[in-house]
């Protein structure tokens, strides 16, 4: 029959484009549930890290880190932007960067300049468009984040950190709550704010160091920095996942309510067009 | 008096062991070290080798083969942050041999500093492994 012929095209498109989405949505679940479990897995060492470093901030060592130190004055900060790799995550991305920017403006409005570090194609592409100051980043992590991968980009935020190029270090990520909500963050990493942390006794007591101290209190600040990035790109690839698979979720149901109206839009034609032709059979059987 | 204390093992990528022990020995930077309860605090690195771990009302001791970190003692709890660490019946003879032969061949082929103080860290890392092997397989024969 030559009805509808181009409903019938435009259902099948849309019924393909249904499958994919389907099978994105079913990709992204389960490696949600492997990237959550990874995220899991980090919070120990962090947590730990921090509540090491919360036993040394009570006990006032004499050697100073320069990454321990307040600066006074502020005239350039670093901000690691972290994104996921691919795209079709719905809001995502595209929520983090728009924080991200407002952070940078309001800096440039301080006479502050920003240098960035992007972790994540997404956030790198977004950076050199705004024809930002990229000083390091690390693309291509693929689904398990790669502690190698990190340290070279950390080590050159954490140089120029020591050598004053910037005063300040931030970090910008999609935080996981739960699979239906994630929340752009921003979080200071440099210097380390200790002031934060618990103090559970309220009494001090000096350590004993080995070999000594200045190399413990390096060894452990460098741990704790680098542990909070990893925990930030285990969270956005939890997040990125969840959020592809809401956003593939939203498509697949939008594509089945297509295809319902579509459907129904061609039944109505065929529909009508039978009648017509019946009509026209009949009326020509009278005129006989 | 308190005649344990709380240990905690984390890596960056998971918890290792958490639980009361009665003593345990760590491979410190400056030497191993052994620990009994109400120790004073102190923060040390430690070097790639095994922690043994001795858990009350346990005849065999826990073993975790760490590749280094730190190591933060408190009269009553034990912190470590290992670098990587695997626990010791996860520990694999094949392998480690095989880790360590890798690193031997790097170390020979090595034609820069930073080339050859990454081999020495990995082969320090596998004969670690094997030590820790090797001190299993004993006690299995007692």
């Known amino acids: 029959m030559a009805v509808g012929k181009e409903i019938r095209t435009k259902i099948k498109s849309v019924q393909n484009t249904q499958k994919i989405t389907r099978a994105m949505q079913m990709v992204a679940t389960s490696k949600m549930r492997k990237t959550q479990d990874r995220m899991r897995a980090a919070r120990p060492y962090a947590e730990k890290v921090r509540q090491v470093m919360a036993h040394l901030a009570q006990t006032n060592p004499d050697a100073e880190n320069p990454l321990l130190k307040k600066r006074d004055e502020i005239k350039r900060v670093g901000i690691i932007l972290v994104t996921s790799d691919k795209g079709l995550a719905g809001g995502l991305n595209a929520n983090l960067i728009r924080q991200f920017i407002a952070k940078s403006l309001e800096f440039n409005e301080a006479g502050i300049g920003v240098d960035v570090c992007a972790i994540g194609q997404k956030g790198l592409a977004a950076a050199q468009r705004l024809k930002m100051n990229v000083t390091a980043s690390a693309i291509h992590l693929g689904d398990t984040p790669q502690m190698d991968k990190l340290i070279g980009p950390l080590t050159t935020m954490g140089k120029a950190y020591a050598d004053g190029t910037i005063d300040a270090l931030y970090i910008v990520y999609t935080r996981f709550v739960n699979t239906m909500k994630q929340e752009p963050t921003l979080e200071q990493l440099l210097p380390i704010s200790t002031d934060k942390m618990v103090v559970e006794h309220p009494y001090s007591w000096e350590y004993l160091f080995e070999p000594d101290v200045g190399s413990v209190i390096d060894f452990l600040v460098r741990r704790y920095f680098e542990s909070v990035v990893y925990q930030a790109v285990a969270e956005n690839m939890a997040s990125e996942q969840a959020a592809r698979m809401v956003a593939m979720k939203a498509a697949t149901d939008n594509a089945a309510s297509l295809i319902d109206s579509l459907k129904l839009t061609y039944n109505k034609a065929r529909q009508a067009a039978i009648t017509t032709e019946l009509s026209e059979i009949v009326s020509g059987a009278a005129a006989v | ?142």
């Open chain 2, 1 to 142: 008096m308190a005649s344990t204390m709380h240990v905690d093992v984390v890596s960056a990528e998971e918890q290792i062991y958490s639980g009361e022990a009665e003593f345990l020995v760590a491979p410190a930077e400056m030497g191993e070290i052994g620990v009994y309860p109400r120790h004073a605090p102190l923060l040390t690195r430690i070097k790639p080798g095994s922690l043994r771990i001795r858990v009350p009302g346990q005849a065999e001791e826990v073993l975790v083969v760490v590749s280094g970190g730190m190591m933060e003692v408190q009269p009553s709890l034990i912190t470590v942050l290992a670098d990587t660490a695997v626990r010791g019946e996860d520990l694999d003879e094949q392998r480690a041999q095989e880790a360590k032969r890798e690193a031997e061949t790097t170390l020979n082929k090595a034609n820069d500093d930073q080339e050859v103080a990454t081999a020495r860290a990995a082969l320090k890392v596998a004969i670690a492994q094997l030590h820790a092997l090797e001190y299993l397989r004993k006690r299995a024969r007692h």
